[in-house]
């Protein structure tokens, strides 16, 4: 088999397209870079629908823990600090098993049991809990003048909110929040080892990785492809990322602009 039609049969499996059953020997590269690569799908899936949902979330929640009021500070400030305290590897389990249970009860939350949807849930909620808390810490951090000049402007409620706050908000947390966003990609290789069970071994990037390894007893090989597929996913994130950070900053003089820096979370 060529790799070309290595690639046409299982470039799209992970998804339910192509051939369903895996190689048993004589694995090339090719099919370790074609099933990696085909796994890395449910990976941007999970990390892009998390990141694009939980980025208004996580303004709310942001908003809620800045409120004076407590009957809105109190739950955000809860839901930050249970999201935060506990282990995303731990959520996922305690997750699956209540979404099981509801499942039981009510067979509307069937669809929850799935990786596609309930380990969505999950990703959504624990990005937004340490978004909020990057965006509660730039909302703190907005100069005074800024919104004394809003007021001189005469401008209040969500004019104000819209035109001054939110926008310098974002400006200032933007380089934290990349990294947030780097690490939501990299926790997605939890969601088929924490409960979330794999149908038809249509599994995410470290799945397939991991299948290789088991059956060539060499780790060394299908590991650095993955780590490869996230360097390259990384440096998107970066580039995307960048050019946004460049956005919020354009009406700053050139000395003034900070120049987005990542810096890796050994631990979260």
């Known amino acids: 088999m060529s790799c070309w039609e290595t690639i046409a049969d299982y470039g799209l499996r992970?998804?339910?397209?192509?051939?369903?059953?895996?190689?048993?020997?004589?694995?090339?590269?090719?099919?370790?870079?074609?099933?990696?690569?085909?796994?890395?799908?449910?990976?941007?899936?999970?990390?892009?629908?998390?990141?694009?949902?939980?980025?208004?979330?996580?303004?709310a929640v942001a908003m809620g823990k800045a409120a004076r009021h407590p009957l809105i500070r109190k739950p955000s400030e809860w839901f930050i600090f249970i999201f935060r305290g506990s282990p995303l590897f731990i959520q996922f389990f305690f997750a699956y098993f209540l979404f099981l249970n509801l499942k039981s009860i009510y067979p509307v939350f069937s669809p929850l049991t799935s990786a596609g949807a309930g380990a969505l849930v999950v990703l959504f909620l624990n990005t937004a809990a340490y978004s909020g808390e990057i965006f509660y810490g730039a909302l703190k951090s907005i100069p005074k003048g800024d919104i004394e000049a809003a007021d001189a402007y005469g401008l209040s409620g969500w004019a104000r909110f819209r035109r001054v706050i939110w926008p310098t908000m974002l400006r200032l947390a933007w380089p934290a929040y990349t990294n947030e966003a780097i690490f939501l990609f990299h926790a997605t290789t939890l969601v088929f080892f924490a409960g979330f069970p794999i149908f038809r071994q249509s599994g995410d990037a470290l799945y397939y990785a991991n299948y290789f390894a088991d059956k060539t007893f060499n780790p060394f090989v299908p590991y650095p492809i993955l780590a490869g597929y996230f360097i390259l996913l990384t440096l998107v994130v970066i580039g995307l990322f960048g050019l946004i950070n460049t956005r919020l900053n354009r009406h700053l003089p050139q000395e003034k602009r900070k120049r987005l820096r990542v810096r890796p979370q050994i631990i979260r």
Request: aromatic letters at 16%.
């Open 14 to 59: 992970s998804i339910g397209i192509g051939e369903r059953l895996l190689p048993r020997n004589d694995f090339t590269l090719c099919q370790q870079f074609t099933l990696i690569g085909s796994g890395m799908i449910w990976n941007i899936y999970f990390g892009v629908l998390a990141l694009c949902s939980g980025f208004f979330l996580a303004t």
